[in-house]
């Protein structure tokens, strides 16, 4: 986290959800993840400012990825994602949205990605459990 201190990132807001580590790096940082999820295949997505300023940093922009997570309603007809967009703030055009109090968004069509991994989910239903058997 020291690391990331010294590149404008707040310790205790730092603008990500998640942080993996890659021993190989020269800085040991692998990736930053923020982390979104949608009941449905949400055509537009909201990241905070703090979030947009750290994938926008430029030391920080190949380490910064985005995961929207889709499709997660039990009632809807598709499949769930993930799609991983490295680098979301060079991959979008995005426009900031203002509202009347103190907290800025940015609104990302997220279906404008060019690249970005995919990965389809499968669904588990949960079973009654253990067959009993009858002695």
């Known amino acids: 986290m020291e690391t990331l201190r010294l590149q404008g990132v707040a310790v205790d807001v730092p603008g990500f959800d998640i942080l993996t580590l890659d021993a190989g790096a020269e800085d040991g940082i692998g990736r930053l993840i923020e982390l979104k999820s949608s009941g449905v295949s949400a055509r537009t997505q909201a990241m905070t400012w703090n979030e947009w300023k750290t994938a926008s940093t430029a030391s920080l922009r190949a380490k910064f990825y985005l ?32 509202d009347r109090s103190v907290r800025r968004t940015i609104q990302l069509d997220v279906h404008a990605f060019r690249q970005a991994e995919y990965q389809k989910l499968t669904v588990r239903k949960e079973t009654d459990g253990p067959e009993s058997s009858t002695g």
């Open 67 to 98: 995961y929207l997570v889709g499709n997660l309603r039990a009632d809807i007809d598709a499949a769930p994602y993930v799609r991983a967009i490295r680098d979301p703030f060079g991959e979008l055009m995005a426009t900031e949205q203002k």
